[in-house]
């Protein structure tokens, strides 16, 4: 199957603790990101990378360092984990070109507890 | 102003009715628009892209843009109870020397048999 794909799906962890998420596409795009859904649904682009360049840089705690191994994969790492980073995270990407049409991961349910 | 602005709904339809969804946006000179259908749960799914004036039909779907307006809509035509769901209206705008798309809050849609 061609997707995005992410893991874990949940992730439940105390404060202070570091995690991370994965990410693959194998859509062959150039350009991956990472959004960040809150409880009230709002989507945010948090970081974008193209051929493994880092391009997006939103106002985003440095807490939270993403990492692009190959333009395939992009993994997001956050240290110390905060009571308000629990959330929905996506990784999404998009073929080279201006229309930027992205496709989505199934997400990564962080709570922090 | 928000960049990119919904009804947050819900907007509550019968069944084979028509729903229709709307959108402004604060960019000018954004040249590509999409539709994201979200349902509970789930991951932002791309069901139309436009990117000029005018309509562009896909089965019971058609987006409708008007950038002199700044607006752009979706109707879904014969409303089914599958198609209740969060619709996410995402604006293609080139900042800081990179594209980047910006959701709106999304409305709710409710199909009600």
């Known amino acids: 199957d061609t997707a995005v794909s992410q893991t874990p799906k949940y992730l439940v962890t105390q404060m202070g603790n570091d995690k991370s998420i994965k990410c693959e596409q194998n859509?062959?795009?150039?350009?991956m990101y990472w959004y960040k859904q809150d409880s009230k649904k709002f989507l945010k682009i948090m970081f974008s990378y193209n051929n493994k360049e880092l391009i997006i840089n939103e106002t985003v705690p440095n807490r939270f360092s993403p990492k692009s191994p190959d333009k395939a994969h992009l993994n997001l790492h956050i240290n110390s984990l905060e009571l308000g980073d629990s959330a929905v995270y996506f990784c999404a990407s998009s073929p080279s070109g201006s229309y930027n049409e992205q496709f989505f991961g199934p997400g990564t349910r962080l709570t922090v507890l | 102003q928000k960049e990119v602005e919904q009804n947050s709904g819900p907007l509550s339809v019968p069944e084979g009715a028509i729903a229709s969804l709307n959108c402004t946006y604060s960019?000018?000179?954004?040249?590509?628009f999409f539709w994201y259908r979200q349902y509970s749960g789930k991951s932002p799914e791309l069901i139309m892209s436009?990117?000029?004036?005018g309509d562009k039909e896909d089965g019971r779907f058609t987006a409708q843009l008007n950038k002199a307006s700044q607006y752009v809509s979706l109707l879904i035509r014969d409303s089914q109870p599958s198609d209740s769901a969060t619709y996410l209206c995402?604006?293609?705008?080139?900042?800081?020397?990179?594209?980047?798309?910006?959701f709106g809050a999304g409305t709710r849609l409710a199909v009600h048999p």
């Open positions: 960019d000018r000179v954004s040249q590509s």
């Open positions: 436009i990117y000029s004036n």
């Open positions: 995402a604006v293609n705008m080139f900042s800081g020397g990179y594209n980047k798309l910006i």
């Open positions: 859509l062959g795009h150039d350009t």
